[in-house]
């Protein structure tokens, strides 16, 4: 099955308390907490889910698919955070920007081993 993927990027969770940071990484990926969007959904035909007001309530929100995101553990080290499902109404991804990558054959296992250290 072919699938779309993506990347997501949202402000650092520091640039919630101080309000001029929000903007200092919008759209730079190496300031931003980010993560890989692999969906089964055309969103690439219907980027509705972009223009979604930022306090959209639960019962509003889309399976849009599985997340990849890159998160720092208590030792300093990336470790992978896979949210399934995955919806833009989750309270850390109210503020986002997307950029589409292209598609992928590959299923959920083979991308959770080959993003995983041995």
Sequence with gaps: M?????LFARPLSWADFIIALQWVSDGK????????????LDITANDEFMRRPPDISA???VDLGIMYELRRNDINQNTINIIRPFSTASAEWRLFSA????????AHEEIEVEGTFS
Excluded at 2 to 6: D, E, I, L, N, P
Excluded at 29 to 39: A, E, K, N, Q
């Design 29 to 40: 990926y190496p300031l931003c907490h980010w993560g890989v969007l692999v969906t089964h």
């Design 99 to 106: 950029k589409y990558i292209g598609t992928t054959e590959m």
């Design 59 to 61: 019962t509003e929100a």
């Design 2 to 6: 072919t699938r779309s993927v993506w």
